[in-house]
């Protein structure tokens, strides 16, 4: 089992690019409600690929920034609005949250080229909250990143034996910061926890200053899918 827990001294700089025009999705939730999300396809022959889950008042746009490095990394993306936001709309609700999340990751794996066994989560704030119980409970879910959790989650929904696990939370965000000190006594497997200087939240963990840990959410998840 490896563990780390990172400091923000430096980060490499990314530069933004934009990435090629998804295919539009559309599937059913368990009631019938309608869910909306966008595929990219990254073409590599590895099949790997990653569910994204945005934060509270988000959606899947706001994941634009690390779409086209998670391609050129030869990683599938498939960001989705959560219900009560974006092209899904609707009421809030957790159970249906995970329900939905179970759903995405069935429609993954039904895409020609994708690996069923090398597919991960990411996760920025109420998407951290839904993508780590959901990943630790799929055995055949091998990482997970959560910017951000706002729930330190318990002993069973945190057991990665043979994945990993990477958090970023903001020194100051005080749930957060909180929250990842509990994942990193408890979680079980390779798992990382990157404290980063300042208040930021969410999905702006990674894009808070100057400093652009792209890189490193890129890099996690080439190395674990």
């Given at each position: 089992m490896r563990r780390y827990l990172i400091?923000?001294?430096?980060?490499?700089?990314?530069?933004?690019?934009?990435?090629?025009d998804p295919r539009q999705v559309e599937i059913k939730g368990q009631d019938g409600f309608a869910l909306k999300g966008s595929?990219?396809?990254?073409?590599?022959?590895k099949g790997r690929?990653?569910?994204?889950l945005h934060g509270m008042n988000g959606s899947r746009g706001t994941w634009g920034g690390v779409v086209e490095p998670l391609l050129q990394a030869g990683i599938s993306v498939l960001a989705v609005d959560q219900r009560g936001y974006g092209e899904t709309g609707g009421s809030l609700n957790f159970d249906d949250l995970r329900e939905d999340a179970n759903l995405w990751l069935a429609w993954l794996r039904s895409q020609p080229g994708i690996t069923p066994d090398r597919i991960g989560m990411a996760?920025?704030?109420?998407g951290a909250d839904v993508s780590i119980p959901v990943c630790s409970r799929?055995?055949?879910?091998?990482?997970?990143?959560?910017?951000?959790?706002?729930?330190?989650?318990?002993?069973?929904?945190?057991?990665?034996?043979?994945?990993?696990?990477l958090v970023f939370a903001a020194n100051k965000d005080k749930t957060s910061y909180l929250s990842a000190q509990a994942i990193f006594v408890q979680a079980q497997g390779d798992v990382a926890v990157h404290i980063v200087e300042?208040?930021?939240?969410g999905i702006a963990t990674l894009f808070e200053d100057e400093r652009s840990r792209v890189a490193e959410f890129v890099g996690w998840l080439d190395y674990h899918l």
């Open positions: 400091a923000t001294l430096f980060s490499l700089l990314c530069l933004p690019l934009q990435a090629a595929f990219y396809a990254s073409g590599n022959d690929a990653v569910l994204l996760g920025a704030s109420m799929d055995a055949q879910c091998t990482a997970v990143i959560a910017l951000s959790p706002c729930n330190g989650s318990d002993k069973e929904t945190l057991d990665y034996s043979g994945r990993g696990m300042g208040t930021a939240h």
